[in-house]
């Protein structure tokens, strides 16, 4: 292996691993205040592609899209599926896991794992069973080699890094500096940050724990809405079993950070993007799944708590 395509591997596995953070992050968020492995989240990803890709058929690719320019096109792509992914998490919530709160925990993972299909079954519907693909709205971005430009061909010939890798960048980046922000210096963040903690205490000190943990599905559902876009614009396409796929990924990427922790989602989501390209040009892409899934048995075997997670003591 050359070191052009070592560094080529590198930049594909950041940009793949940016898409699997942000839907890792949902997963995440709802286990570290209500621990619920929301099974559901990966086929919320999925519908927020389909929401994208619907707007984008009015803006940018139909017959009779609207006349704008495709940048605001692309813009109200990632604002409308974040808005209807955040309605559809909280929605979720209400119905399918709030009055299950208190009860066994098994009671809680099979409503998920119930809401899953549901939704599985509400892509199927909206869209069909075959492959979608993203209108060719990459050529507003075009697909020229930006190494190539800025270093010359010497170099761009041996590493390619597009308009599409950077969309990825430009959108995840603030993305997550926006959530960092609102968890860690915010009201509701820190009101997020004790329910977490304890909540019944967190309800002694007045806080409104229904609305924090709304509100934290409805932060889920966003990071999901926005994963919808970034993954079709990155890949082309979508297809309605792409959730759980992408959703067993993003969630591998929790446990292996450490679920419950957002800087773990993160760090998690980078290392399966890398793993992924490793595996896919070591192993070939058939080998792919298995050697993430292995990467899960080993973390959970070794180290349960993930590489950024805080080992806690059960109480009895």
């Given at each position: 292996m050359d070191i052009g395509?070592?560094?080529?591997?590198?930049?594909?596995?950041?940009?793949?691993?940016?898409?699997?953070?942000?839907?890792?992050?949902?997963?995440?968020?709802?286990?570290?205040?209500?621990?619920?492995?929301?099974f559901a989240h990966g086929d919320l990803f999925m519908l927020g592609s389909f929401a994208a890709l619907t707007v984008l058929e009015f803006t940018v690719s139909g017959k009779n899209h609207l006349p704008i320019p495709?940048?605001?096109?692309?813009?109200?792509?990632?604002?409308?599926?974040?808005?209807?992914?955040?309605?559809?998490?909280?929605?979720?919530?209400?119905?399918?896991?709030r009055r299950l709160r208190n009860a066994p925990r098994l009671a809680p993972l099979i409503s998920?794992?119930?809401?899953?299909?549901?939704?599985?079954?509400?892509?199927?519907?909206?869209?069909?069973?075959?492959?979608?693909?993203?209108?060719?709205?990459?050529?507003?971005?075009?697909?020229?080699?930006?190494?190539?430009?800025v270093f010359g061909s010497d170099i761009g010939n041996h590493i390619n890094f597009s308009y599409k890798n950077l969309f990825v960048v430009l959108i995840t980046i603030p993305l997550l500096i926006l959530l960092n922000y609102v968890v860690f210096r915010t009201k509701m963040g820190k009101a997020m940050r004790a329910t977490a903690q304890d909540r019944e205490a967190a309800a002694?000190?007045?806080i409104n724990v229904n609305r924090t943990i709304s509100f934290t599905f409805l932060l889920g559902g966003a990071l999901a809405g926005a994963a919808g876009l970034i993954f079709g614009m990155y890949t082309g396409s979508t297809h309605f079993l792409r959730g759980f796929d992408?959703?067993?990924?993003?969630?591998?990427?929790?446990?292996?950070?450490?679920?419950?922790?957002?800087?773990?989602?993160?760090?998690?989501?980078?290392?399966?993007?890398?793993i992924a390209q490793f595996s896919d040009y070591i192993l070939g892409n058939q080998w792919t799944n298995a050697t993430i899934f292995a990467v899960l048995i080993i973390?959970?075997?070794?180290?349960?708590?993930?590489?950024?997670g805080e080992r806690t003591i059960e109480k009895v």
């Open positions: 395509t070592l560094v080529q591997l590198i930049l594909n596995g950041l940009s793949t691993g940016a898409i699997y953070a942000l839907i890792a992050l949902g997963y995440t968020l709802v286990y570290g205040i209500i621990e619920l492995i929301n495709p940048w605001l096109g692309i813009i109200l792509a990632l604002i409308i599926p974040m808005a209807f992914c955040a309605v559809l998490n909280v929605t979720i919530e209400r119905v399918a896991y998920a794992i119930g809401m899953s299909f549901v939704l599985i079954n509400i892509g199927l519907w909206w869209k069909g069973a075959s492959p979608l693909n993203f209108p060719a709205l990459l050529s507003v971005f075009g697909t020229d080699n930006i190494v190539e430009k002694l000190m007045g992408s959703g067993l990924k993003a969630f591998t990427a929790a446990v292996l950070g450490g679920i419950g922790n957002l800087t773990g989602a993160v760090l998690g989501g980078f290392l399966i993007g890398m973390i959970l075997v070794f180290r349960p708590s993930g590489l950024l």
